[in-house]
């Protein structure tokens, strides 16, 4: 579980990252979910789009993500959303 300056750090990292993994509305199938998995190992921190426009059925596809891939969700801002996985050893030195 990240503290909230840790939290705050991967934020201020997320900023310049694009989006690696797109949501497409036939949801999330297993080839997104092996593509997040791919992505997440090489860069622990990554932003993926999801083209759904409802907010809450966002949250939940966030949640069913972090669940399926054992991440921590970031941050959420429009139809992006940013998650954190370490990886061992860390690429990325959390405060």
């Known amino acids: 579980m990240l503290n909230t300056k840790q939290i705050a750090h991967l934020k201020a990292l997320s900023h310049s ?26 860069h622990e921190l990554i932003k993926i789009k ?6 809450i059925k966002k ?3 966030l949640d069913e993500i972090c669940k ?3 991440g921590q969700a970031i941050n959420q801002i429009g ?14 030195i959390l405060p």
């Open 17 to 42: 990252l694009n989006p690696v993994v797109q949501v497409g509305h036939k949801g999330l199938t297993d080839s997104v979910i092996n593509e997040i998995l791919v992505s997440i190992k090489a």
């Open 68 to 70: 399926k891939i054992n």
């Open 59 to 61: 949250k939940l596809l």
């Open 79 to 92: 139809m992006q959303v940013v998650i954190f996985k370490a990886s061992n050893p860390s690429k990325i």
């Open 50 to 55: 999801l083209q759904e426009k409802d907010k």
